[in-house]
């Protein structure tokens, strides 16, 4: 049992549970440079991500910010 514990808005309010933000976490989706070859199922994906329907679901949990969704970062191999 616990009176405290760490977790996000969504599930806080998934439970009814009160919620206090501590700090901002950003969560990114890495495709390794392996799977980089399936690029119509890498293309699905980012079309789904950049839909409005998948945008409005996201920020109707709460918590989330959807500024930079969909945006693409590419690393250089090491």
Known sequence: MADA???ILAAAKALNLD???IVEERYD?????LHSSNL???GIIMEIINSDSFRNRVQALGGYDTRDMGKLMLQESV
């Open 5 to 7: 514990g760490m977790g």
């Open 40 to 42: 119509n199922a890498i």
């Open 19 to 21: 919620f206090i933000p």
């Open 29 to 33: 989706l890495a495709i390794p440079e």
